[in-house]
Each structure stands twice: as structure tokens, then as C-alpha cells.
């Protein structure tokens, strides 16, 4: 079994991106609401400077708001366009990782940690969602990505309690995917199958489900 990490973060769609898209909105509209208001008080008090300073706040308020508006709408079409095109997977949530640039009441928003298989092979990739309960997502649900260019959406409405080929591989926890060691060939001890095992971890059989360890000298434990 081998893990390969080739899948960047990415947003859930609408997540993050409409977050950002709506942050943005509200910057301009306080920046235009507040200027404006300031533009009456200066008009009817004749103060040349506080109208000057109220173009001043418009203008940061409303470039700072606009440009993470411009951000957050550029990433909703950018997931669009993964679920468009993208290559769909089911995986497993195989762990959380907290996603400090999106703070929701303080607390940072979750980032799925999915595992799937590819060609024979178990790949992780990393989902962005907007949500810091993890009650949402529970780990071994079931899932469905789509990754273009290397990058991740999660398939809203996608976590279930399906079963999936290979799932006890892809929750396997003793497996470490930063480890390169070999893979051996080596039947299973119950059912006689030939699997490959990395060297110092363990896999479950294909065939029986039966849990095959290596230690790190190579040999069955």
C-alpha cells in the first residue's frame, strides 16, 4: 500500500469562497454607509477636512472590501469549475486539521483530511470546509471529492455511511504515509493471498479483511 500526497487545499464549494465574497460585500457597504454619513455631517458643518476624510475612509473600506469580494467570487467559480471538470473519488475522513485563515466565532474552520484510492494506490487530499463542528463530518464517513489539477472540492451532500473497497486500508492509523519504506510480498496468514506490505507497518488483506503486520526487520508478526 502506498500514500501519496499530490492533492492541494482547497475550498468546499461555496465555502470558504462565499465567505470571503460576503465578508467583502459587508467591508463596502459599511465603508459606504459610514462615508456617506460622514459626507452629510461634513456638509452641514462646512468642515472641507472631514469630508476630505470621508473619501479617505471610503476609499479604504471600500478597496480593502472589494478586494477580498474579488477573492471570494474568483474561489466559488474556481470550485465551480472542479465539480464541473474534476475527476470524482470516494474516500474516507481520515482526520481534521484546523484551518486558521477562516474563523468561525473565534474558532478556526476544519480541514478534512480524506483518504482514497487511485490506481491501486491510497492518496490523501486536504478539503477546506466552512464549519468548525466536526460533528458535521465524522471521521470514517464516507465522501466525494473531485480534484482537477491537483486540486480538491468536496461533492456537497456527499457524506454517508457507505462501505467502500478497501476502507479498513485507508483508516488503517499504523500506516504513516511520510514513512518511504519498502514493500514487501507476503502471504496472508490466514487465507494464503499474496499482499504487499510496507516494512514496519501493517495492511489488511484484500480477500479476508485479516490484518497483516511487518515488523522492521521484514518478518510477520
Do not use: W
Not at 24 to 30: E, H, Y
Not at 126 to 134: C, F, G, L, Q
Not at 150 to 173: C, E, F
Request: aromatic fraction near 8%.
Amino acid at each position: 500500500m502506498r500514500m501519496n500526497k499530490e492533492v492541494e487545499v482547497n475550498g468546499a464549494p461555496g465555502s470558504s469562497g462565499k465567505f470571503m465574497y460576503i465578508f467583502g460585500l459587508v467591508f463596502v457597504v459599511i465603508g459606504v454607509a459610514a462615508a456617506l454619513m460622514f459626507l452629510g455631517i461634513a456638509y452641514a458643518a462646512g468642515e472641507t477636512v472631514l469630508g476630505l476624510g470621508s473619501l479617505m475612509f471610503l476609499a479604504i473600506f471600500g478597496g480593502v472590501g472589494g478586494f477580498i469580494a474579488y477573492l471570494g467570487h474568483k474561489k466559488m467559480h474556481e470550485n465551480d469549475a472542479i465539480l464541473s471538470d474534476g475527476v470524482e473519488y470516494q474516500g474516507k475522513i481520515y482526520d481534521y486539521e484546523p484551518d486558521y485563515e477562516i474563523l468561525v466565532n473565534g474558532q478556526p474552520c476544519i480541514t478534512l483530511v480524506v483518504r482514497y484510492m487511485d490506481l491501486g494506490q491510497v492518496k490523501e487530499a486536504r478539503v477546506r470546509t466552512d464549519t468548525s463542528n466536526a460533528t458535521l463530518y465524522p471521521r470514517g464517513a464516507t465522501v466525494s471529492i473531485r480534484i482537477a489539477n491537483g486540486v480538491a472540492a468536496l461533492v456537497p451532500g456527499s457524506v454517508s455511511n457507505a462501505v467502500i473497497a478497501r476502507q479498513d486500508d485507508l483508516m488503517n492509523r499504523e500506516f504513516d504515509p511520510d514513512a518511504m519504506t519498502p514493500e514487501l510480498g507476503v502471504q496472508c496468514p490466514n487465507c494464503g493471498a499474496n499482499v504487499t506490505v510496507h516494512v514496519g507497518m501493517s495492511r489488511f488483506c484484500p480477500y479476508c479483511g485479516s490484518k497483516i503486520t511487518l515488523d522492521a526487520q521484514g518478518h510477520l508478526v
